[in-house]
C-alpha cells in the first residue's frame, strides 16, 4: 500500500478502474474506487484524505457534471483537483461546460498513462 496522495477512482466499468488502480499505484498514489457517482459522493464524506478525483463522465444515475457540481459544493477544496475520462471527448456537449468549468477531460481511448500525468498536475494546485 503506497502512502502517497490518495485519488478517487469513479467508474462503472470495473475493468477501467483496475487498470488505472494499477498505474496509479505504480505512480506512487493510494487509490479509493467508486462505482457511480453517488458512491463516489459517499466516499468523500467519509474520508477526508482524498486530494484528487478521477471520474468516468458518461455513468448511470449521475452524469459527470451532475456529480462534479455536487462534489464541488460538498467538497470546494477538490473544486481544481478532478479529472475527467470519457469514450465521447470530442462531443462538445461534453467538453465545453467541462472547459467552462476548468476542468481536464482525458479520452479513455488514449493511453491511459496520461491520465497519471493529468492526476500529478492537478495535485500540484493549490
Known amino acids: 500500500m503506497s502512502s502517497g496522495p490518495t485519488v478517487l ?21 493510494s487509490v479509493r474506487e467508486a462505482q457511480s457517482g453517488r458512491d463516489a ?13 478521477v471520474s468516468d463522465f458518461i455513468m448511470p444515475e449521475l452524469d459527470g ?7 464541488v459544493a460538498r467538497s470546494p477544496h477538490l473544486r481544481n483537483r478532478v479529472v475527467f475520462l470519457t469514450g465521447a471527448a470530442r462531443d462538445p ?11 481536464p477531460l482525458i479520452n ?19
Not at 478502474?17 to 499505484?25: P, T, V
Not at 457534471?65 to 462534489?71: G, S
Not at 456537449?93 to 476542468?103: F, I, M, S
Request: net charge negative.
Open 9 to 29: 477512482l469513479v467508474d462503472d466499468e470495473g475493468a477501467v478502474r483496475s487498470a488505472l488502480r494499477k498505474i496509479f499505484e505504480r505512480g506512487g498514489l
Open 93 to 103: 456537449t461534453v467538453h465545453r461546460p467541462l472547459e467552462d468549468r476548468g476542468v
Open 41 to 53: 459522493l459517499e466516499t468523500l464524506a467519509d474520508d477526508p484524505s482524498i486530494s484528487a478525483v
Open 108 to 126: 479513455k481511448l488514449e493511453d491511459l498513462s496520461i491520465v497519471l500525468d493529468a492526476v500529478r498536475l492537478v495535485l500540484l494546485r493549490p
Open 65 to 71: 457534471l451532475d456529480f462534479y457540481d455536487a462534489l
